[in-house]
């Protein structure tokens, strides 16, 4: 059966797993740091090179990747912004309506420019920066990545006051005219997909869905998979791929409401997060296998590793599950988990009720901290 999209097929639940504390240990807790305030989720962007996060209200920080100590430090307004990371550059985007441009490697203020209230999501799209606003209540804007400049542009045709799923940046090629210049535009309204042009600001494509995207409050509602096809969901049901070839196709439906969190495909896998167990499904052969007794936490997303997948779950547990749909390791930390954050290869970061930790996922067994056990907390 071919793996790419249009078909349906049972589910099998004769595999079980997820109840054995028992299991192997193959998570590194690397470092862990006290924020000194509860800083919101979205301040923590990662790369493979860096790791940015707003602590102590007015501070913005890069934190060296091994130990977790302070590499420099820049004041903003608050602490329960939007970070992100491009490049060589970072973009910090505070409650107060200020988006900061500061130089990765040295923290060195590049631009800023105010009066951007009510924005929260931030995407970077090359040389263009567009601003979503906070559940709908503002218009998106541009901004130029260079200058910090608005951008006289508009998207017309949302409905006003919808929430919007956080805009992300892609590159569809010659089959959409637009190169690398594109952000996917949805709303929790209209059952359509929007590709916006991202420095005309038009709508070059459109797909309608059997329903509207869904994403959770953090607005996070697309996965890039292994594959390059961005999958997501339409309706509390329906899984979804955007690809190059095939445009926007049905990829899978479940027989049971899915938490609104992104799917992930990864090789032959697609993993899907339900209210207490997580289902892994083999796109060729349409087998699926649930994990069940996880106690999945509704602020976090399924966040891939190397052999699998980690969950954030209730006690702030991570667990890590393989492939085959076995519970592989566990671990507790010691402090509330509100978001995960992979930096693209082997590291994952957990940020929540004041603490960042950082997790080594590669997979390499270590005997540091047993199951079960609280991580401790540097000062």
């Known amino acids: 059966m071919p793996n790419s999209v249009g078909f349906v097929v049972g589910v099998r639940d004769d595999l079980v797993a997820g109840g054995d504390d028992s299991v192997d240990q193959p998570l590194t807790v690397l470092w862990s740091r006290l924020l000194h305030l509860d800083s919101g989720p979205e301040t923590l962007a990662a790369a493979s090179d860096a790791v940015i996060v707003a602590e102590r209200h007015s501070r913005l920080v890069r934190l ?67 601003l979503g606003g906070w559940r709908g209540y503002r218009r998106l804007v541009w901004v130029d990545l260079a200058s910090g400049d608005l951008l006289p542009l508009q998207l017309p045709g949302l409905t006003p006051g919808s929430s919007l799923a956080w805009p992300l940046p892609v590159s569809l090629g010659v089959a959409a005219d637009v190169g690398a210049d594109a952000f996917l535009v949805a709303s929790a309204d209209q059952p359509t997909l929007a590709l916006v042009d991202a420095r005309a600001g038009a709508v070059v494509d459109k797909w309608s869905l059997p329903a509207p995207v869904r994403f959770p409050d953090s607005g996070v509602a697309y996965r890039i998979g292994t594959d390059g096809r961005i999958v997501f ?59 069940k007794g996880l106690r999945l936490t509704a602020a976090c997303g399924t966040v891939p ?60 067994p270590s005997s540091a901290d047993s199951a079960g056990t609280p991580v401790g907390v540097d000062p």
């Not at 032959?268 to 087998?287: M, P, Q, S």
């Open 64 to 130: 060296d990747l091994q130990s977790g100590e302070l590499l420099w430090e820049q004041r903003v307004e608050d602490c329960w912004g939007t970070a992100v990371i491009a490049g060589q550059r970072c973009l910090y985007l505070s409650q107060a309506g200020v988006l900061h441009c500061l130089d990765v490697d040295n923290g060195r203020r590049l631009w800023s420019t105010t009066g951007l209230g009510l924005h929260r999501y931030v995407s970077i799209c090359r040389s263009t920066v567009l």
């Open 305 to 364: 590793m190397p052999e699998g997948a980690l969950f954030a779950c209730s006690g702030n547990q991570l667990v890590a599950v393989d492939r085959a749909g076995t519970v592989v390791a566990r671990v507790r930390l010691s402090a509330r988990i509100d978001r995960l954050l992979s930096d693209g290869r082997t590291r994952v970061y957990a940020i929540g009720k004041g603490h960042l930790t950082a997790i080594d996922v590669g997979m390499s």
């Open 233 to 291: 969901l339409s309706g509390a049901r329906t899984v979804m791929a955007l690809s190059p070839d095939n445009g926007v196709a049905t990829l899978w439906r479940h027989s049971r409401d899915l938490a609104a969190t992104p799917p992930m495909v990864s090789g032959r896998k697609l993993w899907l997060a339900e209210t207490d167990c997580v289902t892994i499904v083999d796109l060729h052969t349409g087998v699926s296998t649930e994990v």
